[in-house]
């Protein structure tokens, strides 16, 4: 994969879940009930849009082609 | 022994232990070396890094902000969490880049990057200026956090103006002996000791009020269930202010030179590492919000002097807590507003001898600029004290105006990194637009249009600003234009 693809990849699988707690879309999240995991829903969809981006972004860094890159200065 | 002094000896022995911290980071470095004290030789690792970049997030305003957002604003406090969560995801394109040219050109500040690229001596002098003050506002806020937290835990005590002088008279000392690398180690033991007592302290505040998390949120969902949305009837926040909110804090994150510059100060790959494992920090806050949340309908907000003080309020006036839970909260809200300060003062330092005095002076040599730097240390940790000891109204306004202003710099940093169009000229009018509107409705305006973030508006203007200029103004920097946007 070339450089400007990947980052072209890491904007918009990471913009999907920032999007997603951010209006107009956060409206699907912003409600009290139902309690989940004994958190209210909005607190709940947060945390867990969080912890989806913390995984995207480790499976991102696995296939960056240049997470080896050595300087050349 | 009284509650109070148990406090106080801890949280003495707390800021002993962070100075001797701080003081030996720095031995066996350089210490006539402008690149160690700028930049610790452009050599941390990842777990210094890591804590670096989140000590700066956990600061007072999270140890006590966050819990006084959700005490008294409810659900708009999530915005720290995914604020906190997301800032940071575009260091991982923009910060190898930054660093490249940073080691290329030999830059390490904001100024010096935008003064290479644009040319000219007015943008950096804006630039330094314009991070002075903000970096002040900032550390004003933080060293009434210590202040604050040192007089409370010692039931009234320690006079405000002591307590400032006690926990960032430390800070100024390290960071002036240690430079870069003596605050990256600071902020390694404080993040461990602020992450441990949030989560210890916090979620022992929950259950020690309500039984458990969900049986305090059954009860609050049962009870007002308005208070955790956003932008419904009877919520405390529109869905346009806490969507621009989150935006500001977004864009204007990377923005300030305390952490634009640690891009310089690390390889490629611990950048791409520390964003990696950052996010973790967002999840860190959780407890501090619930402990917020815990107060709702137990506490009078009438009672609490003013929202942010609730988590204090509650360890020595609501639960009889013993005197170490003092001392320990204490210490976590030092190390929080200290590991933020520490980077602060070291950052604005650097920004205004290299953006405003190496401009009106230039060939100064590296031993002077060294020295400097080192004194403009003293400099800035004095006047941010003396500002917040006895600052006026009027200077308040205007260190909030500049506060605000930071992510003004976003246009012209990106234009650097991935346009050869943008121009000079067109980022200085840009930015001065930019600042004065957000001023003129952060400060003066009542309310803004539509409900949008201040600093969102003159991000709009500056943004518009830029592109017209710069498409009728002549490129006088092609070459200097071609090279940012081609390394890396």
Known sequence: MSKSRFTALYCISLGIPFLLLIFPLFSIGNRATPVVMGM??????????????FLIVLALYRID????????N | ???????????????????????????????????????????LGLVVMWFLMGGAVFSAFSFLGAPGWAFSKGAPALYILTYTAFAILPWYII??????????????TVAGFMKKRYGGKTLPILIGVIALLASIQYLATQMKGMAYIFNIMTEGRIPLWLGALLAYGIVVVYVATGGLRAAAWSDVFQGLLMIIISWVVGLAIVNQIHGSVGEMFTNLVRDNPQFLEIGNEGSTMSGTAYTTTILVSLIGFLMWPHLFSKSYASNARTIKK????????????IPLLFVGFSAVNVVNPADVGAPDEILPYLITTVLSLPGWVYGLVGAGALAAAMSTADAITHSASLEFTDGVIKNMKPDLPDK?????????????????YVITVFGGQGLIALLLGAYGSIVQFAPGVYGALYSKKVTGPAVITGLIVGTFVNYYYQLVAETTPFDIHAGIL?????????????????QKSGEMAEKYRNIG
């Open chain 1, 40 to 53: 209210p829903f909005s607190v709940f969809w947060v945390i867990m849009w969080i912890i989806i981006t």
């Open chain 1, 65 to 72: 082609p240049d997470k080896d890159e050595e300087e050349a």
């Open chain 2, 1 to 43: 022994m009284a509650d109070w002094q148990i406090a106080m000896i801890m949280m003495i022995g707390y800021l002993v232990i962070a100075l001797i911290v701080g003081v030996m980071a720095g031995r066996g470095h350089d210490k006539n070396s402008l690149d160690e004290f700028t930049v610790a030789g452009g050599g």
């Open chain 2, 95 to 108: 910060g190898p880049k930054i660093g490249k040219i940073g080691r290329k050109f030999n830059i390490y």
């Open chain 2, 274 to 285: 520390t964003v990696l494992v950052y996010p973790i920090f967002a999840l860190f806050l």
């Open chain 2, 368 to 384: 002077t600029t060294l020295f400097l730097m080192r004194a403009g240390v003293f400099v800035v940790g004095g006047l941010a």
């Open chain 2, 458 to 474: 003159g991000l709009i203007c500056n943004l518009i600003i830029v592109i017209a200029i710069s498409a009728f103004s002549q």
